[in-house]
């Protein structure tokens, strides 16, 4: 029953996608992922991923490490990295609104940061898995 629901919800997700895809596409003539801002939030996106991983042996609340990182408390190169990604994501959701309006514009930005972040993830995966098999 899972395995169907799971089934289920991934072929909604793809249809909702293609939905959103080609409304965008022809509202304003370009695909949503490649906009105006999309290489600034691609790399924004990636950076968050550093930064991220950067922050995971910080201990303390969620919101405590997020404070140390975000006001220079930390190490320098995260929370130098934690304000680099905020700007690039910040002046591509920008450029997208320009280009757009405002809802879209912001429903490009979140739909480019998730596929990139999501696009340096899989590459880490593979590339742990590269070097695993050449260790052995």
């Not at 029953?1 to 022809?26: D, E, K, N, P, R």
């Not at 930390?74 to 609104?97: H, K, M, R």
Request: glycine share 8%; aromatic share 10%; net charge positive.
């Amino acid at each position: 029953m899972i395995t169907l629901i799971s089934i289920v919800g991934f072929l909604l997700l793809v249809a909702i996608c293609a939905i959103v895809h080609s409304t965008y596409q022809a509202r304003f003539e370009t695909s949503i992922l490649q906009t105006g801002g999309a290489v600034l939030v691609y790399i924004g996106a990636a950076t968050s991923v550093a930064v991220v991983w950067g922050m995971w042996d910080m201990v303390g609340l969620p919101i405590d490490v997020l404070h140390r990182t975000l006001t220079f408390q930390a190490e320098d190169w995260i929370s130098g990295l934690a304000w680099v990604s905020l700007a690039l994501l910040g002046a591509g959701w920008i450029v997208n609104v320009k280009r757009s309006t405002a809802t879209w514009g912001t429903l490009a930005t979140a739909v480019q940061a998730l596929i990139g972040a999501t696009f340096v993830i899989i590459m880490i995966f593979i590339l742990a898995i590269f070097l695993n098999k050449k260790k052995k």
